[in-house]
């Protein structure tokens, strides 16, 4: 054999072997359906227990489209690489999970496989929910299966190429699924280490809160810095004490359960229902992940205050529609603010945010009436002012309010969160 026919023939094994690895990664076999567990299979302690599980990891938010039943899928997932939606959770048969095993859906929410064997998106954080211990995926399976069958089959994906060819998420998991439960930090307490495995975990506050690389993946090193959602910045949860007056644990935990904090404001966005979901959840929880977030702040450089840019054309046109529109909640004579019902803006998360995109949602979006939660209620103003109104106001609340300097090219990030809202 001559030298090059040995170094074709090498070549060409180890181009076999890769497509031999490549298709062990891709093949996933498929989980034998089974009928649907009765009713009175599970017992109430274990539907409780689901119950919570569930809500703990936001299940009814993404799987729920809008106008849509519980947990029957079909909600637009954005992504930078197209749309997924939102797969049905019900125990229907032919559209939901009523045929899987609890092997079966232990094995997609541990490794974002499906009973039939094809791969899962990552828009469902399998590479979190990973670590949920048997007993949490056990109760979860209960809790589902006994909610209300629903026939209902999510719109087809809308996915560029090559993405939409599942098999490659088969390399994309070696790279950023790391199945295993969490062992406990011994060096802390009991309080702490649920916080993590919440936060890790079931809540998989990563996901929206961190980061993605080019290929989707949350980028190495920076867990919890921030990135954008649905059009609205989830902002770092590593940098709470940056915050004006920063975060206190009473604050945390009162913000997580009912969507309002003093000093800071209100819930909204895609934050908004998941502040719901914890509201049903025990307090302990919700403490534990309060330790846990403070836990993790890294160390922040106070602001330097910036001088008042309120005499600005812009700001003076804006306060002109501050005194029309918002003053009545937000102005200091508001009643709601002499009762200390209303944060003042000064303390505001968005309006002292690096970027305005979440101060111009807030008035473009508002938020909606919610019966009990009408304390949070904002109205909309995106079919009443706009771009330029919108940018004015959005520019005189950050000088009237906020020590930190004036944000720029505000006008072109409302013409461009305005054009992203209304292509959902």
């Avoid at 936001?58 to 930078?80: E, N, R, S």
């Avoid at 913000?255 to 959840?281: K, N």
């Avoid at 309060?290 to 890294?298: E, G, M, N, V, W």
């Avoid at 944060?343 to 970027?355: E, G, H, Q, V």
Wanted: net charge neutral; with cysteine; charged share 15%.
């Amino acid at each position: 054999m001559t030298r090059k026919s040995g170094l074709l023939a090498a070549g060409g094994m180890a181009i076999m072997a890769a497509f031999a690895v490549a298709l062990l990664l891709m093949w996933k076999p498929a989980i034998a359906p089974v009928s649907p567990p009765a009713q009175d299979a599970f017992d109430a302690r274990t539907k409780l227990a689901g119950a919570r599980v569930v809500a703990l990891g936001d299940c009814i938010v993404c799987h729920t489209a809008k106008g849509g039943k519980p947990f029957a899928g079909g909600l637009p997932l954005a992504t930078p690489f197209g749309t997924i939606y939102a797969t049905n959770i019900t125990p229907d048969v032919r559209t939901g999970i009523g045929a899987w095993s609890l092997e079966a859906f232990t094995r997609a929410t541990r490794h974002g496989v499906a009973r039939d064997g094809h791969l899962l998106y990552p828009a469902f954080p399998y590479v979190h929910f990973t670590r949920i211990s048997d007993d949490d995926i056990a109760a979860a399976y209960a809790y589902l299966m006994t909610r209300e069958p629903v026939d209902a089959t999510p719109p087809a994906n809308q996915l560029m190429f090559p993405l939409n060819f599942r098999p490659l998420l088969a390399f994309w998991n070696v790279l950023f699924l790391h199945p295993g439960e969490q062992p406990p930090d011994a060096s802390k307490d009991a309080e702490w280490n649920r916080g993590k495995l919440l936060v890790d975990g079931l809540g998989h506050c990563a996901s929206c809160h961190s980061p993605l690389n080019a290929i989707g993946g949350e980028k190495s090193g920076q867990a919890f810095d921030g990135d954008i959602v649905d059009g609205w910045e989830a902002p770092a949860l590593n940098a709470l004490g940056a915050a004006p007056k920063p975060w206190t644990k009473e604050q945390l935990v009162t913000y997580l359960r009912t969507g309002r904090a003093s000093e800071h404001g209100a819930a909204a966005g895609p934050m908004l229902p998941v502040t719901r979901d914890l509201a049903t959840v025990p307090e302990a929880d919700v403490r534990s992940i309060a330790t846990y977030l403070l836990s993790i702040q890294k160390p922040q450089t106070m602001a330097t205050p910036v001088a008042s840019t309120v005499g600005s054309p812009e700001a003076q046109r804006g306060a002109t529609l501050f005194a029309a529109s918002c003053a009545q909640c937000h102005g200091p004579a508001a009643p709601m603010q002499s009762i200390g019902e209303r944060p003042t803006l000064a303390f505001s998360t968005a309006i002292n945010a690096a970027t305005p995109r979440n101060a111009i949602q807030m008035i473009l979006s508002g938020n909606g009436w919610h019966g009990e939660d009408s304390m949070n209620y904002m109205p909309a103003f995106d079919h009443i002012y706009d771009d330029q109104q919108i940018a004015d106001l959005a520019s005189y609340i950050r000088s009237a309010y906020s020590q930190r300097g004036p944000w720029t090219d505000v006008e072109a990030v409302v013409v461009k969160v305005r054009k992203e809202n209304n292509a959902r």
